[in-house]
């Protein structure tokens, strides 16, 4: 068992306890008046992430979904699909009366009492594959996840040197 106090100038994170007394523990308290005298550190105390978390998906991490990047990928494509088919709906009547646009895309269906536009019954179902795509990527990275937390890690093996000028 090592048993230290840490000395710092920032101010503390919450007090905290991870594991239990007959098995491998750490925990952060602040110092209570009957404590024995324990060897002091000066460190620096911070409660943001690291930098090599910051900047990476390593670790103990798991991997987002292949779809989430399909997904984002999509994002712009459908929006401006979506766009483009509600200006060309816009201007239907003009671009018939040209030439430009068949009359067996133009026009609406009617269902019940609603009319709907033809291209718009293509585009919609293709506007909303991004948000179908991210929703099954999410499920499955619950699925992964929870499968994660299921499979607990093994203790870890922890070997301590005492020195004098503190714990390494």
């Known amino acids: 068992m090592v048993e230290v106090v840490l000395e710092s100038q920032h101010p503390p994170p919450p007090s905290f306890k991870i594991g239990t ?3 491998w523990m ?6 209570k008046d009957d404590d024995p005298e324990w060897p002091v550190i000066q460190s620096e105390v911070s409660t943001a992430p690291f930098p090599f978390l910051l900047r990476t998906r390593e670790g103990w991490y798991l991997e987002p979904d292949p779809l989430h990047s ?10 401006s699909l979506l766009i483009l088919t509600l200006l060309v709906h816009s201007m239907e009547p003009g671009l018939v009366k040209i030439g430009f646009l068949s009359e067996a895309i133009a026009g609406s269906y009617r269902i019940g009492l609603l009319d709907y536009p033809k291209m718009l019954l293509v585009a919609f179902p293709i506007f909303l594959l991004p948000i179908v795509s991210r929703m099954v990527a999410n ?6 996840q929870n499968a ?4 607990p890690l093994e203790s870890p093996v922890i070997s301590l040197v005492n020195e004098r000028n503190g714990v390494r």
């Open 21 to 23: 007394d007959d098995d």
């Open 26 to 31: 750490v925990e952060w308290r602040r110092c």
């Open 148 to 151: 994660y937390i299921e499979s």
């Open 70 to 79: 399909l997904a984002r990928r999509l994002i712009a494509p459908t929006v």
């Open 139 to 144: 499920l499955r990275d619950i699925r992964r």
